[in-house]
């Protein structure tokens, strides 16, 4: 999608959203998370550190624009018996009536059915709405993308990380969409924990990347539907904003940032790798 002003539908869901999305990690003030909702941006994503102020601007837009926003809450639990209870306590949290999303966070392997249990529970209780998944088991993913093509999989929408420096989604993951219909895909860290801005891990010569770079990135993959932002302050947020009305990125712009990102993984192992990460570092492979 060239546009990316553009809403996508996620998933099979009928929801519009937003390209961008924010995460509640970092503390951008209630006024900047309303102001990016007048500018377009209606993903709100509840994640792993919840933010009062983010709870806040949650409240405020519900109150008039509750059909037009998404809400995703995330577990880590690997107990489907303490989702529930979890999720009762991050709405009593946030002074929400529900949640649009459940994300499933670093989910390696095939659930149980368990945890479709649970959620169906939940949705007729009113609390949420559908399903979504993150993972850092990239080889895991393409066996839900084939269960969604067939009608097996419950999750609407794929969380994974993608960014100049860890491309291995490209290999892994990407190919393996299926033309016909699939789940929203959604990519996170799009700066690699900041790496990208920072001129110290910068190659000779090289000047450090914008966090609109970064998004922009991201965004330009045509197997890429929507990246979530962490925005801390107003002017992070611009940045982020920027991404969206700078649209795709040009190939030389491409070939510049892949550049520094093929650096960054070879000088730089990551902390937290995903599957394969490991084996690239160690064999030499860069940016994948």
């Known amino acids: 999608m060239a546009d990316f002003l553009e809403r996508i539908e996620i998933g099979n ?15 951008a003030s209630t006024a900047v998370i309303e102001d990016a909702f007048e500018r377009g941006i209606n993903y709100l994503y509840w994640g792993t550190v919840r933010q009062p102020d983010f709870a806040r601007a949650m ?24 989702i529930e209870g979890e999720v009762e306590d991050a709405l009593k949290t946030a002074g929400i009536e529900n949640f649009d999303f459940l994300l499933l966070g670093n989910r390696n392997s095939a659930l149980s059915g368990e945890y479709v249990e ?29 269960d969604y093509e067939q009608d097996r999989s419950p999750f609407e929408l794929l969380m994974l990380r993608y960014n100049p420096v860890h491309r291995g989604a490209e290999t892994d993951v990407f190919p393996f969409i299926p033309k016909r219909k699939h789940p929203t895909i959604a990519t996170y860290t799009s700066t690699r924990w900041g790496h990208l801005l920072d001129a110290d891990k910068m190659p000779p010569g090289e000047v450090p990347l914008t966090a609109r770079d970064c ?13 979530i932002a962490g925005p801390a302050n107003g002017d992070q947020m611009e940045e982020a904003l920027s991404a969206l009305v700078a649209g795709p990125l040009e190939p030389d712009e491409r070939a510049r940032i892949e550049r520094i990102g093929a650096h960054i993984y070879a000088q730089y192992a990551p902390q937290y790798p995903d599957a394969g990460d490991a084996e690239d570092v160690s064999s030499g492979h860069a940016a994948q």
Do not use: C, W
């Open 13 to 27: 869901t009928g929801l519009l959203s937003s390209r961008l999305g924010i995460g509640s990690t970092f503390d």
């Open 59 to 82: 409240v405020n837009l519900s109150k008039h624009h509750r059909d037009e926003l998404i809400l995703s809450v995330q577990s880590y639990s690997q107990d489907p018996s303490s």
């Open 118 to 146: 649970l959620f169906e529970r939940l949705r007729d209780r009113g609390l949420l709405r559908y399903m979504s998944l993150s993972s850092h088991n990239r080889p895991f993913l393409p066996s839900l993308l084939e």
């Open 215 to 227: 998004y922009r990135y991201a965004l330009s993959n045509p197997a890429v539907d929507m990246v």
